[in-house]
């Protein structure tokens, strides 16, 4: 059974740090395209980051560029999210996903595998 599973979510004060993980279990998942998203209460669910399966190919949305940063371990098949000077409007569950094609898309049709998501709550 293929799962990925975040965690590392949790309350922090604007302008603080968390590091969330995403870790890949039933299948490797070191050529695939790993992303994080995210959904605030009431929005659509959102694009974050992706990181390609070829090293030092990634993607921000321009709302966290400079503030987050994606990397992965194909050894652990993990993917990261280090998101520094955090802000109120960071506030959401995010999740990572997986896809089988070699575009860094922003668009969440396009993955194949989600995680079950991890709760950051960026209070002012």
């Known amino acids: 059974q293929v799962q990925l599973v975040e965690s590392g979510g949790g309350l922090v004060q604007a302008g603080g740090s968390l590091r969330l993980s995403c870790a890949g279990s039933?299948?490797?998942?070191?050529?695939?395209?790993m992303a994080w998203f995210r959904q605030a209460p009431g929005k659509e669910r959102e694009f974050v980051a992706a990181?390609?399966?070829?090293?030092?190919?990634?993607r921000y949305a321009d709302s966290v560029k400079g503030r987050f940063t994606i990397s992965r371990d194909n050894a652990k098949n993990t993917i990261y999210l280090q998101m520094n000077s955090l802000k109120p409007d960071d506030t959401a569950i995010y999740y990572c996903?997986?896809?089988?094609?070699?575009?860094?898309?922003?668009?969440?049709?396009?993955?194949?595998?989600w995680g079950q998501g991890t709760q950051v709550t960026v209070s002012s």
């Open positions: 039933g299948r490797t998942f070191s050529s695939y395209v």
């Open positions: 996903a997986a896809n089988r094609r070699t575009a860094l898309s922003d668009y969440p049709g396009e993955y194949d595998y």
């Open positions: 990181i390609s399966w070829r090293p030092g190919i990634t």
